[in-house]
């Protein structure tokens, strides 16, 4: 018999052994040592106490990893990982989780609940869309190498100390997605670098990059800077000061300007991914 129950007194090293058993299939290498956990759930803002857990003879078998943030009266739940181990699978238990938590949030007043999926995660999203979740925007994601790219004299790229968001923010097109947004920045800024890009001492565009991943949670340029080849300047700070392979996930693909500009450096859409959302 399984029994669910809450994570909070679940410790985070069980949690990854976990994590890494139900994904240790998955089509898409995603393993994830003790420090990679902690850093993902500190940078989503993870909420054990809306987390799931179900237990076969006290062992963690499958889970919900859940995050909270409240934003302009918005309670909002993200769901950064599902997983049922393989030997459990088959038997509808993410139902049954969600069965379990949903009541809980809906007394906390939780308003919605959002998740990503890949596209083509069969199992997954049948099972997000049997608890009632609907596809609200597609996400792409890009992997490839930075070519080397020639700039001008009149800007200078520098890391940025003293973030001004409502400045950076208003250069953007889209809402980035959980991972990418702002809070996951400033939660986990002691691992990032930040680089903005001037001329004439004018801020015009800025990337967020983190080494680790090599990953690039954000760029964007202001929109009366666009086509002046500014954010080809910012990627080729990222290559020459850290590493020419990067990998950019979870773009709205009505962000045509931002995906032909990754389009244009020859880099991968390899993989897509639905978010989802779910009013409670
Ligand atoms: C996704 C996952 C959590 C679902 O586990 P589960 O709750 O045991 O789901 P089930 O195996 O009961 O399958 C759910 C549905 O998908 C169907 N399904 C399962 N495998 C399938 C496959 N390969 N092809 C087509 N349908 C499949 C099942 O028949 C079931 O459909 P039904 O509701 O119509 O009967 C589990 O597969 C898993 O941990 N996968 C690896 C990690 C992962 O992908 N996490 C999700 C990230 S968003």
């Given at each position: 018999?399984l ?32 420090e990679q ?7 989503e803002?993870?909420?054990p ?10 062992k ?5 990893l ?6 302009k009266?918005?309670k ?35 308003n ?24 609200t ?9 930075i ?30 997605s959980?991972q ?7 939660n986990?800024?002691d691992?990032l ?32 800077s666009?086509?002046q080849?500014i ?7 990222i ?14 693909e009505?962000d ?12 991968e ?12």
């Amino acid at each position: 018999m399984l029994h669910f129950s809450t994570l909070e007194n679940i410790d985070i090293r069980e949690i990854t052994d976990t994590f890494n058993e139900a994904f240790s299939d998955y089509s898409i290498p995603l393993q994830l040592n003790y420090e990679q956990m902690q850093t993902k759930l500190r940078a989503e803002d993870y909420a054990p106490e809306y987390s799931v857990g179900a237990f076969y003879q006290n062992k963690l078998v499958c889970f919900i990893l859940h995050c909270y943030r409240e934003e302009k009266g918005i309670k909002r739940v993200y769901n950064g990982g599902t997983g049922v181990i393989p030997s459990q699978r088959g038997q509808h238990i993410t139902l049954g989780m969600y069965d379990y938590i949903l009541p809980q949030l809906k007394e906390a007043r939780i308003n919605q609940v959002i998740l990503e999926v890949l596209e083509n995660n069969v199992p997954a999203k049948k099972s997000y869309e049997k608890v009632g979740f609907k596809t609200t925007r597609r996400l792409r994601s890009y992997f490839g190498q930075i070519q080397e790219h020639s700039t001008t004299n009149d800007i200078q790229v520098e890391s940025l100390n003293n973030i001004d968001w409502d400045l950076l923010e208003s250069f953007w097109s889209i809402q980035p997605s959980w991972q990418n947004a702002s809070q996951s920045i400033r939660n986990i800024l002691d691992k990032l670098l930040v680089y903005a890009l001037y001329r004439k001492k004018e801020l015009l565009g800025y990337t967020i990059y983190n080494p680790a991943s090599k990953r690039i949670h954000q760029i964007a340029v202001s929109t009366k800077s666009r086509h002046q080849g500014i954010a080809k300047a910012l990627i080729n700070h990222i290559r020459q000061h850290n590493n020419p392979n990067v990998n950019i996930i979870n773009v709205d693909e009505q962000d045509t300007s931002t995906l032909n500009f990754f389009e244009q450096q020859g880099w991968e859409n390899k993989i897509n991914l639905l978010e989802m959302k779910l009013d409670l």
